[in-house]
C-alpha cells in the first residue's frame, strides 16, 4: 500500500472512531511503529489529527464537551460530592502518603482531610494547596510545572520529571468520563501525559467521581477503566453500569 493510501485509510478511521492507537495500526498495515510515526506527525502538521500520546484523535472531538473551568464547576453535584468525599477520606490512613490530583471532588476530599494527622498529601493542585495550607499536622508535598490555569494545577515535562522519582500509598484522582469500554477520559490533550505519569505513582488507584461522569465518553483516553483499583461514587449510578464494572475486577464504593 502507498504511504498516501495509508494516511487516507488512517484518517477515515479516525474520523470514524475518533481516536486511534498507534500499535494497533501498526498491526492493521503490517507496517512498524515508526512508520506510523511518521504518518501521524504528517497529517498532525498539515492539521488534519491531532496527535497525542501513543496515538492520535479527531481534532473535532478535542473540541466537544470540554469541561468547565474548575472555579465554574465548584457548585455542581455538591452534595454528591460531599459524601463521595467522606467516603474516600474514610479509605486513607494516618501515616500514609497519598497524591490528590486535581478537580473539585478531590477538593472536597483535601476538606475533609483536614484535621487528620500524620498524614503526607502530594499534590499538583493549586485549590488543594491552599486547601490544606491551615492544617498544620498534614505534611503539604507541592509540585510545580506549567500552569493549567482553566483547572488551577501543575501539568507539563516538570511535574512529570518529580513524579518519576516518588512513589504513594495511595494515589487519589477524579476523571472527567468512565466507561467501561473505553475507560478513564479526559480532555485535555497537554494533561494526558501528566495524569500517566501520576497514575504510576501507586498501585492503589482510587478514582472519585459523582454519576454524571458514568457513561461519558471524553476525547482523551488516559488508561482502561481496570487500572482503578476502587472507584468511589454516589448512589445515582445505574446499578448495571456499576455491576458491569464490578464484573471486570474494579471494586466500586457507593457513598454514603
Known amino acids: 500500500m502507498l504511504k498516501e493510501q495509508r494516511k487516507r485509510i488512517i484518517v477515515e478511521l479516525i474520523e470514524n472512531n ?6 494497533e495500526l501498526a498491526e492493521l498495515f503490517k507496517v512498524s511503529e515508526m512508520t506510523i510515526r511518521r504518518d501521524l506527525e504528517e497529517l498532525d502538521q498539515q492539521g488534519v489529527i491531532q496527535r497525542i500520546h501513543g496515538g492520535a484523535v479527531n481534532l473535532d472531538q478535542t473540541n466537544k464537551k470540554i469541561e468547565p473551568p474548575i472555579i465554574k464547576r465548584t457548585n455542581e453535584q455538591l452534595e454528591e460530592k460531599q459524601q463521595i468525599a467522606k467516603k474516600v477520606a474514610s479509605l486513607v490512613n494516618d501515616g500514609e502518603l497519598i ?4 478537580g473539585t471532588t478531590t477538593l472536597a476530599i483535601a476538606e475533609e482531610l483536614k484535621e487528620r494527622v500524620q498524614l503526607t498529601v502530594l499534590t499538583n493542585a493549586i485549590t488543594i494547596i491552599n486547601s490544606l495550607i491551615p492544617a498544620e499536622h498534614i505534611t503539604l508535598i507541592v509540585l510545580g510545572g506549567f500552569l493549567r490555569r482553566s483547572e488551577m494545577s501543575m501539568i507539563g515535562h516538570f511535574t512529570e520529571a518529580a513524579l ?3 512513589k504513594a500509598d495511595k494515589v487519589i484522582i477524579g476523571i472527567r468520563g468512565i466507561d467501561v469500554e473505553h475507560g478513564l ?5 497537554q494533561e494526558l501525559i501528566t ?3 501520576i ?4 498501585e492503589n488507584l482510587i478514582v472519585a467521581a459523582d454519576h454524571t461522569k458514568f457513561g461519558h465518553v471524553a476525547a482523551i483516553k488516559t488508561a482502561p477503566i481496570t487500572r482503578a483499583t476502587k472507584i ?6 445505574p446499578d448495571a453500569i456499576l455491576n458491569s ?3 471486570i475486577g474494579v471494586e466500586v464504593i457507593k457513598a454514603p
Not at 475518533?18 to 500499535?23: E, H, R, S, T
Not at 497514575?199 to 501507586?202: A, G, I, K
Open 18 to 23: 475518533d481516536q486511534v492507537q498507534i500499535a
Open 99 to 102: 497524591f490528590l490530583g486535581s
Open 164 to 166: 518519576a522519582n516518588l
Open 185 to 189: 477520559t479526559s480532555d485535555n490533550l
Open 195 to 197: 495524569d500517566q505519569a
Open 199 to 202: 497514575m504510576n505513582m501507586s
Open 232 to 237: 468511589v461514587t454516589d448512589s445515582q449510578v
Open 245 to 247: 464494572i464490578e464484573d
